[in-house]
């Protein structure tokens, strides 16, 4: 791989103005995390113009701009400083190919359950209009349409797309989005990202200062008792009624879990459960973890997500399109995670795929040339900006 000295790593801070903030109240009761959500990516559209100022500062020359999916305005800012944009991606290929062939064909169903293939393509994935955002299915006139539009729109003009993905698990899937026709952007699988930094190593007062919840798993190991870890993610939101379904589900289970979740204060049932599952099992509330460390722990056997894409990485979990892909695909699923025949073939599963995705990390491997091609197209393009 290429090695490039690098002199400095700038941070830039407040590249935002004052009074951008989008008019509707993001706090009001009505609205949820992802509307939150999209009102601060709406507010960092305002930034564009400031942006490239910023950009254009800077001391040795901006040459590209690496720019996450959710921020469609940097495609005109890369435009007006005429150097390459690189989208990166944090969902799977699967996903881009979902939306890539469903945006260019009316849906073969009408009604929201009623299961439908990918076929000719991919006859093997199935899925309904409810696994997909209402925007893409039912679009209304709004601002999370308009965002969402110009997202797709200026996710098919970039000099590359960077997949936090690698070619052994979704090759099927980057080598359809690679070979569409009128030159789409490259997909560049170089992941997974979360492979990349290696463990941490504490020394003795970091040891001293271990979290509440890793003392506990630490005696679960001692004990050797496996852990369920369960969490769902900074914007998927649980309200009572879901939270003493799964609370029931998990006193039942008689399993052994740490449970990370965000909750209002002052209902009492979670004070009765915490009651009933003291001994094996954990609630850290309104606090945040390193969910890396956790799921590196020897104790814990298995991670009960949401399942984004980035999560199911951390943990090879699941759920839609990261549970679509694995339970139909490649069949890691959380069906069973204890004693059951069906559990050790899917744990057998996982650990194929994580030695897979270790290898493509390591030098030599696909995601190593990947990035490697990538260094080489944002070099020769440097060259040509030069020239």
Request: net charge negative; with cysteine; aromatic share 10%.
């Amino acid at each position: 791989m290429k090695t490039q000295q690098v002199a400095i790593c700038k941070l830039i801070e407040n590249v935002t103005p004052q009074g951008t903030g989008n008019p509707r109240n993001p706090l009001q009761k009505q609205a949820t995390k992802c509307d939150e959500f999209i009102f601060h990516l709406l507010k960092m559209s305002n930034t564009a113009d400031n942006y490239v100022r910023v950009l254009e500062s800077l001391h040795p020359d901006v040459n590209c701009i690496i720019s996450d999916a959710f921020f469609p305005w940097s495609l005109e800012s890369a435009s007006k400083l005429n150097i390459p944009r690189y989208e990166f991606n944090p969902a799977s290929n699967l996903t881009l190919t979902i939306f890539d062939i469903l945006s260019n064909q009316n849906f073969p169903v009408d009604s929201n359950d009623e299961l439908f293939s990918l076929a000719p393509k991919f006859p093997n994935i199935q899925l309904t209009k409810n696994d997909l955002e209402p925007e893409m299915t039912d679009p209304q006139p709004g601002e999370a349409t308009d965002f969402l539009s110009d997202m797709f729109s200026a996710s098919s003009k970039p000099d590359n797309i960077i997949s936090n993905s690698f070619c052994g698990l979704e090759s099927e899937f980057e080598d359809y989005l690679n070979s569409r026709e009128n030159s789409p952007p490259k997909v560049r699988s170089v992941g997974p990202l979360c492979l990349a930094a290696a463990p941490k190593v504490a020394n003795s007062d970091e040891h001293k200062k271990k979290p509440t919840w890793i003392q506990w798993l630490d005696e679960m190991l001692d004990d050797e008792k496996p852990v369920l870890y369960v969490a769902f993610g900074s914007l998927a939101e649980i309200t009572i009624e879901q939270f003493r379904e799964l609370a029931i589900g998990l006193e039942d289970s008689g399993g052994n879990f740490l449970w990370v979740l965000r909750l209002p204060p002052g209902d009492e049932f979670i004070g009765e459960f915490e009651e009933k599952i003291k001994g094996r099992g954990l609630l850290v509330k309104n606090q945040w973890v390193d969910q890396l460390e956790i799921l590196r722990h020897d104790s814990v056997n298995g991670f009960m997500s949401h399942c984004g894409w980035n999560s199911g990485w951390k943990a090879f979990a699941n759920q839609y399109h990261c549970w679509d892909f694995q339970s139909q695909l490649i069949n890691i699923g959380m069906l069973e995670w204890l004693k059951s025949i069906m559990a050790l073939v899917l744990r057998k599963n996982v650990k194929k795929i994580r030695e897979k995705a270790r290898n493509a990390m390591e030098e030599g491997g696909s995601s190593w040339h990947a990035l490697d091609m990538l260094i080489d197209q944002m070099i020769c393009s440097k060259k040509k900006k030069k020239k």
